[in-house]
Structure formats: structure tokens, C-alpha cells
């Protein structure tokens, strides 16, 4: 059997569908032109991560990313093994599918991705199986027709109408409030006045003390 050939797919991101055959022994993963696959979302660093091929698929390692490269759910800290079906995760909107894909002249491993695209066999349409025989069911005879006075119906209770609200009662309470305000006002207004001009003994000459 022929050795088999890695690839990544994304399942969801800025190009959802695409492959990434892994054919160097060393690839990077980020946003910047210069890497191997470069994935254009802004929650993906400019080198995110990297992976090494060793005998048997590829190591996964984080780059120092701002948001992290996680495998199954789970944020690398350190080199990670790779297993074929697992699902990488770049940050929070990006995943790709690792997957191993082996053709051989005896046995054809086809990826998951491919696998989704297989036309499936038609099945047959099921006919369903016929009705029981069922019986017409009895016609209601008419009911007959009331001439003259109809008989009365259900008595229905109707609430009255909530009583209305007096506003004029409470615009001359706002009235009298401003007014006793203002009256409150003029007066210490006054007094003010009269203390600060010294005029008590000519406004109350009576005061003890005025000449």
C-alpha cells in the first residue's frame, strides 16, 4: 500500500471548502503572504503556527499566536501529534480538518471530504400501503331554522369603562404649588433686601432700638 498524503481542509472560515495538500517537510499556517497557507482573518496572527512532517503525518505547534491553535477543542502549549479526522482550530471562527488521504491500485482511503461529495444510491420510492376501508361517516341531519324571536344566547358580563382621570384637579394643584413657590420666593427676596440696605426701622419703626 502506497503511503499515505496529508492534506487540510477548511470546514469553516474565510475560504470554507478549500484544500491545503501538506507537501513540504516543514509548513507555516498564518495571515501573512509569506507562509504556506495563508488564511486571511484578522483573529488569525501573521505566523500562527507551524508543521513538521516526521514518519507517520505531522507535528502541530503553535507560533505564539494572540489567539491560540487548538486541536479538538484543546489549546496547544506544546508540540502536538497530529491524528487523522482531528479538527485544528485558529482562534474562534477558523477550523481545519486534517486528514490522510491514501490511493492505491488494491484499496482507496477517501477522506472525509471527499467522501461528502460521493453521489449515494437512489432508494426506490416507498409506496405507501393502502387505507383501510373506512365507513362514510353518518350525515348531521339540518338544524332547523328559528322564525320569529331567536332564542337568547350566553349573557355576556361587560366591565365598565375605568373612570377617567381628573386633570383638572391636578392643574390647579401645580397652579397652587407654583404659587405658594413664588409667594415664598418674593418674600425672602424682600427680607434680603431690607437686611442687607439696614431698613428694618424704616419698614417696622416700632422694633426696639430704632430712634
Not at 426506490?124 to 361517516?137: G, K, L, N, R, S
Amino acid at each position: 500500500m502506497a503511503a499515505p498524503n496529508y492534506q487540510l481542509v477548511m470546514r469553516s472560515g474565510p475560504a470554507q471548502g478549500k484544500v491545503f495538500p501538506l507537501e513540504k517537510e516543514e509548513l507555516f499556517i498564518g495571515r501573512d503572504l509569506a507562509n504556506d497557507i495563508v488564511i486571511n482573518d484578522p483573529e488569525v496572527s501573521r505566523r500562527h503556527s507551524r508543521l513538521v512532517s516526521q514518519a507517520g503525518g505531522y507535528v502541530l505547534e503553535d507560533m505564539g499566536s494572540t489567539n491560540g491553535t487548538f486541536v479538538n477543542g484543546q489549546r496547544l502549549s506544546g508540540p502536538y501529534i497530529l491524528q487523522p479526522t482531528e479538527i485544528i482550530t485558529l482562534g474562534e471562527h477558523v477550523t481545519l480538518a486534517y486528514e490522510a488521504v491514501v490511493v492505491d491500485a488494491d484499496a482507496t482511503l477517501v477522506s472525509p471530504a471527499a467522501r461528502d461529495t460521493i453521489p449515494q444510491p437512489m432508494t426506490p420510492p416507498v409506496t405507501p400501503p393502502p387505507a383501510a376501508f373506512q365507513p362514510a361517516p353518518t350525515p348531521i341531519p339540518p338544524q332547523p331554522s328559528f322564525s320569529g324571536q331567536v332564542p337568547p344566547g350566553p349573557v355576556i358580563a361587560v366591565e365598565p369603562p375605568p373612570p377617567a382621570k381628573k386633570k383638572g384637579s391636578r392643574l390647579w394643584l401645580i397652579l397652587l404649588i407654583l404659587v405658594v413657590l413664588f409667594l415664598v420666593c418674593a418674600c425672602v427676596g424682600v427680607f434680603y433686601y431690607i437686611d442687607t440696605n439696614s431698613l428694618w426701622c424704616s419698614v417696622l419703626p416700632f422694633i426696639p432700638g430704632c430712634p
